[in-house]
Nanobody, 114 residues
Framework: QVQLVESGGGLVQAGGSLRLSCAAS????????MGWYRQVPGKQRELVAR???????NYADSVKGRFTISRDNAKNTVYLQMNSLKPEDTAVYYC????????WGQGTQVTVSS
């Protein structure tokens, strides 16, 4: 079992920055990829960024150059640094981890005002 707890969401003006954190606990040794997804009402949850145990990363085209995913292995935490935020980045952001199966956090709201 893996438990994920997100934090760092909030309200920010367009052009601003936020940093999301996802703290993992439990069977973390078996996690091979962690990622951030986002969802707005009425739409499918979409990948924002993910980071593999190798250190490789993937980003959605819409966030490339603005968002950065990173991890602190000592703290078992993955971060999503979000810069140059746009109103269209408004969503609930979810952390997930793959460890035999997918685990999800509870989500954190990010609202970007224009």
């Amino acid at each position: 079992q893996v438990q994920l707890v997100e934090s760092g969401g909030g309200l920010v003006q367009a052009g601003g920055s936020l940093r999301l954190s996802c703290a993992a606990s439990g069977s973390i040794f078996s996690i091979n990829v962690m990622g951030w997804y986002r969802q707005v009402p009425g739409k499918q949850r979409e990948l924002v960024a993910r980071i593999f145990s190798s250190g490789n990363t993937n980003y959605a085209d819409s966030v490339k150059g603005r968002f950065t995913i990173s991890r602190d292995n000592a703290k078992n935490t993955v971060y999503l640094q979000m810069n140059s935020l746009k109103p269209e980045d408004t969503a609930v952001y979810y952390c997930n981890a793959m460890s035999g199966r997918l685990y999800w956090g509870q989500g954190t709201q990010v609202t970007v005002s224009s």
